[in-house]
């Protein structure tokens, strides 16, 4: 049996000057403060209620399997 031969190479992509200008800016920002942010009532509503429909999922799952 002939195996066929396995090259393999490195590709390193350049970034544009406008990409780099992009990233320089973002990094001279600083650091962000996560406690800044709040979330609306109804994205925390909505988060809950998905986790409770997992949960809900995960044991109808397992009654089944039991069964």
């Not at 393999?8 to 403060?33: A, F």
């Not at 800044?36 to 997992?54: E, F, M, P, Y």
């Amino acid at each position: 049996m002939n195996e066929p031969e396995v090259t393999y190479s490195t590709v390193r992509l350049h970034k544009s000057s406008g990409l780099q200008k992009l990233v320089r800016h973002e990094e001279t920002q600083g650091p962000r403060e996560a406690g800044n942010r709040k979330c609306s009532v109804s994205w925390q509503l909505i988060v809950k209620a998905l986790g409770i429909l997992c949960f809900l999922l995960l044991v109808i799952v397992a009654v089944l399997t039991i069964k």
